[in-house]
């Protein structure tokens, strides 16, 4: 039995994982809860930041006491490059923090106003 060349194997394989992904991903939007660091990293990946920045976004994020969960509701809200923007700029920690804190506030109060 002679098996398919390796760039069609790596194409199948790129593309059952880009299928589990995107289910992952679609799991814990329905649950954000239930998100981890390795869903932070999807998310943002799949957002465009670079893979360094990814890393040093997650160890800021962890540093400061930010769970996964606000991580994804922050990036959902708003934007996956601004994360990681707030997450590796050169602001205090108590800065970031309310930065974080505060956008997911106002953001969950303002889609309350528009349920209503």
Known sequence: MRLPAPSVLDSVRDSGRRRRD????????A?????TVAD???????EGAAPDR?????????SIGVQPAMLWEWVRAFDGLELVRLLCSESPDYLVL???????????????????
Not at 31 to 35: E, L, N, R, V, Y
Not at 54 to 62: E, I, N
């Open 22 to 29: 995107q289910r992952r991903l679609e799991r814990v939007a």
């Open 31 to 35: 649950d954000p809860a239930s998100a």
């Open 40 to 46: 932070i990293v999807l998310l943002l990946e799949a």
């Open 54 to 62: 990814v890393a040093s976004t997650l160890y800021r994020a962890a």
């Open 98 to 116: 309310g930065a974080l804190v505060d956008g997911i506030t106002i953001h969950r109060e303002f889609s309350a106003m528009l349920d209503d």
